[in-house]
């Protein structure tokens, strides 16, 4: 069975790992919709504002927990050769030892995004397909480092050089499932976003644990 049966039996087999991440994105939407709703609301009233950099950073944290634990789901899943894998308790004890090493890639990743956005943005129009490529070409590498810290446990620079190493494996299913994550972002929002997500990082341990 290819990288996308492997990937598609994992998520639907473990499907709670993708219903707990959805749950998070649906946390973090109205967690900012909030936010930004009661920030309005006390500068309209001269009160205390919130501090929006502090609503991020837990909306960060929030998403990363749910990806690392998602990830050692899929991961087990992979190494055991077992199709069902998921309880709980493995679930969130995978969030808890992974999910600092989750949120310095993830950190990474949207930094290497905005330097990008910023240093194409006086030439958008000639850099726009460089700056897509890039853009998926991080989302990739940022899954699979995901995948090795949560899964095997490794450290942050560790990860990434193996994901930068092993990138051109398997790549047009990886590209393929990036695609759909994107389409599914635009079309569904960040709760469709994170369903496909998860299909990503299901994707990248077939790709990792087939090694």
Known sequence: MGVLGRSTRNVVANWEAAALNMAASGIVVAAAAAG?????????TLRQPIPLATTEL??????????????RVYSDAERSGARRVFTFRAW???????????????MIDATIAVAALLASA?????ASVPLVVVFVVTIIW???????VAGRGAGV??????????LGHHLGAALLLVIVNLLMTALLGPIGGAAA???LLAACAAMTEAR
Not at 36 to 44: F, G
Not at 92 to 106: D, M, N
Not at 122 to 126: A, G, K, Q, S
């Open 157 to 166: 620079g560790a990860a990434l050089r193996d994901a930068w190493r092993d």
């Open 36 to 44: 930004i709703v009661a920030s309005a609301k006390t500068a309209a």
């Open 142 to 148: 940022s899954r699979k480092a995901i995948v090795t």
């Open 92 to 106: 969130a004890a995978g969030g808890r030892a992974a999910w600092g090493r989750v949120l310095v890639i993830e």
């Open 197 to 199: 997500d998860c299909w």
């Open 122 to 126: 006086p030439y958008f129009f000639y």
């Open 58 to 71: 837990v909306s960060m944290v929030v998403s990363v927990f749910p990806t690392a634990a998602a990830a």
